[in-house]
């Protein structure tokens, strides 16, 4: 237990809390002691199986990880096996903004097939509109806004996957 705080970062009380099911863990919490285990939320969550799966998936099975509302991330292939980046359908809501800039160990890479959607990478921000592209080391901080008056849409890649 001791070796799996010091790996993940996450106290040995709170997952000795967790173990006994005195706390529930946030998502933070739960990425952070799955890294540190090899794992990753999404087979934790989803019940990855071994073996092929369908190459195919339905837009009736891209499972919701956003908030439709404002900006949806649809996520296509949460259950192929041994998935190495994350792929998702993003929408974005008139007004939209993904938040405070964040960062986190990956590379993100981008198209926007519609709309205006302002993008942010460190120092440098600009907008881009349908046909537009963008890929970045994700350690840089970033943000996401739709710049325009109408939905805008963007199909991503982020390596290695974080959900």
Known sequence: ????AARSGVSHTTIS????????????TLQAILDALGSRLAEFLGGIQQGA????????????????????????GLNHPYRSFQFLKESYAVGADSG?????VAQEAGYVVSGRVEVTVGEATRELQAGDGYYFDSRQPHRFRN?????AEIVS???PPSY
């Open 17 to 28: 809390m967790i173990e006994r099911d005195a706390v529930s863990p946030t998502i933070d």
């Open 53 to 76: 799966g369908s190459p195919f998936y339905p837009a009736a099975e891209l499972p919701e990880i956003g908030n439709p509302e404002t900006i949806s991330y649809r996520l296509i």
């Open 100 to 104: 405070e800039l964040l960062s986190h």
């Open 1 to 4: 237990m001791r070796e799996l």
């Open 157 to 159: 890649a982020i390596s």
């Open 147 to 151: 710049a325009g008056k109408t939905p």
